[in-house]
């Protein structure tokens, strides 16, 4: 009897059990849902002019119609938030430095350094110094998005996750997400020069014109076919550095870890005039290359606004959640995108303290007392921390490697900072979109646009700074060296307009051979293969091309920049080589059975010859790397045209940079090499099983999966293998790549093409979280306009 009462007493605890379960998933199931973007109804919004619609098709994707431009706004805030708030918030925190209040302590580093800069504080200036027809479009932008953000049943599912609130959306956040593109587009500007400055301190000039070429054999300009540059001859000596061993750690300085670190230079673009597409419109393509996440950094939209002419203006392509308007995209009159023009922006000016000047310090020849400006940290589960700022007239000052350097970068110009390109919205001409381009306050990018009539162009959109006198500035300055002043003025600006050729391509390179380079530096250019490349597979397109052909360019995955490599390893594992080496023999199998052509997913010979540059590239530099990571620098961040620098030694072998641990330059290849089969065979694996698809799979992710590593699953994309790489035009890495792909001839956008790698929804349980990933993943050409109406919010005054 006592027996039956206790089955009785452990059946009603397990009962009890098994309802408490129930309740607390049914209560995390309807949190979660309740954070899902309103998709069908009516709202009531105080301060519209008129009637606003939203409407979604199959991918998520708004239509937003209004009869008022600040309505609009206002609807693109409240999808905006509704759909991406969390990812609006770390892009503000980002550029203020406030993620510890988020995140805890470990985003401290990342804090630090940002609020270095204090741009929540210039983001107040420079709002102050917006057109009033702009602060009122981003006000309404604001109001939207704490709308929309106040309308959702529970809070952003993060925010759940993290035991944290939001904070509402002010006008001057829009202005620091600007800010955050700063540091993601010249972010490395800094630790470029510190890098550089470092080779200079430890080179001869000969030897460093020798290891830093200002051009590549592989350049492709837009204003020429070639950059006409002799190369410098080789010194007897190499510097005392050469070839030195570093400290290898197998997680950074593995052959394909580099290479993803390094291949972070952003984006492709193109366009092709009417004289050359088959109905006589300019077509333009852009693929934006950045760091990948869930979401995605874009979120695509169609908004229809008010023309000037009592029409309606249709403008479709990408925005950025936390801005109110169309950053790469179409008006139906004219199209343009952007890549990173990777000039140079910052200047290191050296700072030196006396101590019978006490508080002061001295810049450019003269002393000067900096202002101090206490920052405060918020910290997460931990006391705030105070940082003290020192700004001088040449920027905030900091220490690196015993130094103290002023930063001068052209972010901190408040008075440049502005929502200008917007305006790209009502422009009709080519001529109208450069000039908006040439205004814009944003970071300097290359800019390509082209109009219905056929005309296309290049620019830079952002503020370029003014450089006078003869210092390097690519290196930290001298002391009393004046560095840049003041900016260029529209005018001023380079522009290439309807080239003979009928197309235009940047990539991250060189893009001047005369003398407009000298007005944007090099803060730190590609090789330039990727850009060639592109450049001459859209030149064989010949006449009468279309838009799926112009966007099969970005697909372009042969290896013919590594195509050279290839066959260096190949000529080196002779039978001499092989004999008695069965991984050396296997290596030489798999060179050539295991080679397409391409950096193709099955392909172990891509692996192979990728691997066998990167290794060459550890050994002969690797006793640069190890002083250069006390600031997160190294000798390819100084200067990517490495690789050509290696190249001529390979073919001329002076005796004077063979490292002297290595009897012959033969020697050092097949180190090179059996370090790569090393690598590419850990525990024994077979060296056929080293694909390039088994290391380039995607792992993209949402942010929070770091945060809570048990959701990964539910928070990431499917282990897909990517094609492509760095130095071709289809550019993949497992959280870098293409984070868009748009073709469009502007007035022709039902014939538009576009994907991107995440949906537009950043939470898991919507069926927009991941819709269009798998057409990215496959390089399918998707209809750039939105589809067919499945849903419908209306907004009412």
């Known amino acids: 009897m006592a027996a039956g009462r206790r089955g009785r007493w452990v059946r009603r605890i397990g009962w009890g059990l098994l309802a408490l379960a129930v309740v607390v998933v049914m209560t995390v199931w309807f949190f979660l849902r309740g954070s899902l973007a309103q998709l069908d109804g009516k709202r009531a919004a105080p301060g519209l002019h008129g009637a606003v619609t939203v409407h979604r098709d199959a991918l998520g994707i708004p239509s937003i119609s209004g009869g008022d431009r600040l309505d609009v706004a206002y609807a693109t805030g409240f999808v905006h938030a509704q759909d991406r708030f969390f990812q609006m918030d770390l892009l503000r925190r980002v550029a203020a430095g406030e993620l510890a209040e988020l995140f805890g302590p470990k985003a401290l580093p990342t804090d630090r350094e940002h609020r270095l800069h204090r741009f929540r504080a210039r983001a107040a200036e420079a709002y102050r ?285 408040s008075t440049l900072l502005n929502v200008n390109l917007r305006r790209l919205e009502a422009v009709d001409t080519l001529d109208e979109a450069l000039a908006v381009a040439n205004a814009a306050g944003m970071p300097a990018q290359n800019f390509i646009a082209g109009d219905a009539a056929g005309n296309i162009g290049w620019t830079i959109a952002g503020p370029l700074p003014r450089r006078a006198g003869t210092a390097d500035a690519t290196y930290p300055l001298a002391d009393g060296d004046a560095g840049w002043q003041g900016w260029l003025q529209g005018a001023e600006y380079p522009r290439v307009v309807n080239p003979a050729a009928g197309q235009l391509v940047t990539a991250n390179s060189r893009q001047l051979a005369g003398p407009g380079a000298a007005l944007l530096g090099d803060g730190g250019y590609d090789l330039g293969a990727r850009t060639r490349q592109a450049r001459d597979a859209l030149a064989a397109l010949g006449a009468r091309t279309d838009e799926k052909a112009v966007y099969g360019v970005m697909l372009d995955d042969r290896a013919l920049f590594l195509a050279p490599w290839r066959a260096r390893a190949l000529a080196l594992l002779d039978g001499a080589a092989v004999r008695g080496n069965p991984q050396r023999a296997e290596a030489a199998r798999l060179l050539r059975s295991g080679w397409t052509g391409r950096a193709s997913v099955e392909a172990s010979g891509y692996r192979i010859a990728r691997g066998f540059m990167w290794n060459l590239y550890d050994l002969l530099y690797g006793g640069a790397n190890m002083p250069l990571k006390e600031w997160n620098g190294n000798a390819a961040l100084a200067g990517k045209r490495w690789p050509d620098v290696i190249e001529r030694l390979l073919d001329e072998q002076p005796p004077g940079w063979l490292p002297r641990q290595y009897a012959s330059w033969r020697d050092l290849q097949l180190a090179a090499l059996d370090r790569t089969i090393a690598d590419l065979t850990p525990d024994g694996k077979p060296l056929r099983d080293a694909t390039w698809g088994a290391f380039n799979t995607a792992a993209i992710a949402h942010p929070i999966a770091g945060a809570v590593p048990a959701l990964r699953q539910w928070l990431s994309v499917p282990a897909d293998q990517l094609p492509g790489d760095s130095n071709l035009p289809r550019v993949a890495g497992p959280t870098f790549g293409q984070s868009e792909r748009f073709t469009v001839s502007p007035g022709k956008e039902e014939g538009g093409i576009f994907n991107m790698p995440g949906g537009q929804s950043g939470h898991p349980l919507s069926p927009y979280f991941l819709a269009g990933h798998a057409d990215w993943v496959r390089g399918r050409a998707t209809p750039l306009l939105p589809g067919q109406v499945e849903h419908t919010l209306a907004f009412a005054p």
Do not use: C
Request: proline share 8%.
């Open 129 to 413: 110094h917006l057109p009033e027809p702009d602060r009122q479009l981003i006000e309404r932008y604001a109001a939207g998005v704490n709308d929309g953000l106040n309308a959702l049943g529970t809070r952003p599912f993060e925010y759940g996750l993290l035991a944290q609130a939001p904070r509402a959306w002010s006008a001057h956040d829009t202005l620091l997400v600007i800010w955050a593109m700063y540091f993601d587009l010249q972010g490395a500007g800094a630790r470029r020069e510190l890098s550089r400055g470092w080779l200079r301190d430890n080179s001869t000039p000969e030897q460093l014109a020798f290891l830093l070429p200002p051009a590549s054999r592989w350049d492709a300009p837009v204003d020429a076919a070639d950059i006409a540059l002799a190369p410098a001859p080789i010194p007897a000596t190499a510097p005392s550095w050469w070839g030195q061993p570093g400290t290898r750690d197998a997680a950074l300085l593995a052959a394909e870890t580099l290479d993803t670190m390094e291949s972070n230079v952003g984006s492709n673009n193109w366009a092709v005039a009417g004289t050359r597409s088959a109905t006589g419109g300019a077509i333009v393509a852009d693929d934006m290359h950045l760091g990948i996440k869930l979401p995605n950094t874009w979120y695509r939209a169609l908004l229809q606004v008010p023309d000037s002419n009592g029409s309606t203006r249709r403008i479709v392509g990408v925005t950025l959640p936390g801005t109110p308007f169309v950053v790469v995209g179409s008006n139906g009159h004219v199209a343009w995108g952007f890549t990173n023009s990777y000039g140079d922006f910052q200047d290191l000016v050296p700072a030196t303290a006396d101590p019978a000047r006490p508080g002061q310090v001295r810049l450019n020849g003269k002393w000067e007392t900096p202002a101090l400006h206490r920052e405060t940290i918020l910290v997460k589960g931990a006391p705030a921390e105070t940082l003290t700022v020192r700004e001088t007239s040449r920027g905030p000052l900091f220490d690196s490697a015993g130094r103290t350097y002023a930063l001068h970068w052209i972010a901190h110009q």
